[in-house]
C-alpha cells in the first residue's frame, strides 16, 4: 500500500503570506496526485488534480507541482477564505490513500 | 450540476449493521466509478470503498473488508454501502464520492456526507 506522508501537520501565516505545502509518497505515483482543501463541517473541495492541473474555478493563487514522489501545493498570496485544512491524496492504485492534513491557521 | 446526495447514517450498537445509500444527479452515472470517503470526529480523511461504473471491480479498504459491501444500482443512479459488524472506530461521516477518469481528475464531486455513529 501507498502511504502518503504530508507536512506541516500545522501552518500559521498572515494574509499576503506565500506558502507551501508539502507531500511525499512511499513509492512513486507519477502524476496521480490531487489536493483538496476542507472547511469545518464541509466536504473536500477538489484544487489541484494531476499533481499541478487547477480545478475549474479554483483561483490561480492555488498551484501544484512534482511527479513520482514529491509534491508541493503552493498558495502565492493567501486571502481570508484559504484559511482550512488541506489534503493530497493519491489515485495512482488502490487502496487510495490521503495524507494526514494540514491545518493552515491565521498567524 | 452534479449532485450527490447521501442518507442512512444514524446510531447504531456495536455489532449492528446500517445501509448508506447516495442519489446522483447531472451526469451519466453508469459512466463513473464511485467511492465512499469516511472522516472520523476531528480527524483525517480515509477511503473506504470504490466500484466501478459496471459494478466489475470493487476495492476496500483493509480496516472494513470483510465487513462491508459496496453495490450500485445504474437505473436508479444509486450508489450503497452496506455495513455490518460495526464498531465504534466506524464512527464518522461518510462521504460519497466521484472519480472522473475520462479526464484522470481524482475523486472530483463529493455529496454533503452522512454521520454514522457506533455507540452502546
Known amino acids: 500500500d501507498i502511504q502518503m506522508t504530508q507536512s506541516p501537520s500545522t501552518l500559521s501565516a498572515s494574509v499576503g503570506d506565500r506558502v507551501t505545502i508539502t507531500c511525499r509518497a512511499s513509492?512513486?505515483?507519477?502524476?496521480?496526485l490531487a489536493w483538496y482543501q476542507q472547511k469545518p463541517g464541509k466536504a473536500p473541495r477538489l484544487l489541484i488534480y494531476?499533481?499541478?492541473s487547477l480545478e475549474s474555478g479554483v483561483p490561480s493563487r492555488f498551484s501544484g507541482s512534482g511527479s513520482g514522489t514529491e509534491f508541493t501545493l503552493t498558495i502565492s498570496s493567501l486571502q481570508p477564505d484559504d484559511f482550512a485544512t488541506y489534503y493530497c491524496?493519491?489515485?495512482?492504485?488502490?487502496?487510495?490513500?490521503f495524507g494526514q492534513g494540514t491545518k493552515l491557521e491565521i498567524k | 450540476e452534479v449532485l450527490l446526495m447521501e442518507s442512512g447514517g444514524g446510531l447504531v450498537k456495536p455489532g449492528g449493521s446500517l445501509r448508506l445509500s447516495c442519489a446522483a444527479s447531472?451526469?451519466?452515472?453508469?459512466?463513473?466509478?464511485m467511492n465512499w470517503v469516511r472522516q472520523a470526529p476531528g480527524k483525517g480523511l480515509e477511503w473506504v470503498s470504490s466500484?466501478?461504473?459496471?459494478?466489475?471491480?470493487?476495492y476496500y479498504a483493509d480496516s472494513v473488508k470483510g465487513r462491508f459491501t459496496i453495490s450500485r444500482d445504474n437505473a436508479k443512479n444509486s450508489l450503497y454501502l452496506q455495513m455490518n459488524s460495526l464498531r465504534a472506530e466506524d464512527t464518522a461521516v461518510y462521504y460519497c464520492?466521484?472519480?472522473?477518469?475520462?479526464?484522470?481528475?481524482?475523486?472530483?464531486?463529493w455529496g454533503q456526507g452522512t454521520l454514522v455513529t457506533v455507540s452502546s
Open positions: 513509492q512513486s505515483i507519477n502524476i496521480w
Open positions: 494531476k499533481a499541478s
Open positions: 464520492a466521484r472519480r472522473d477518469d475520462y479526464n484522470n481528475r481524482g475523486v472530483d464531486y
Open positions: 466500484i466501478s461504473g459496471s459494478g466489475d471491480y470493487i
Open positions: 491524496q493519491q489515485y495512482d492504485s488502490f487502496p487510495y490513500s
Open positions: 447531472g451526469f451519466s452515472f453508469s459512466g463513473y466509478n
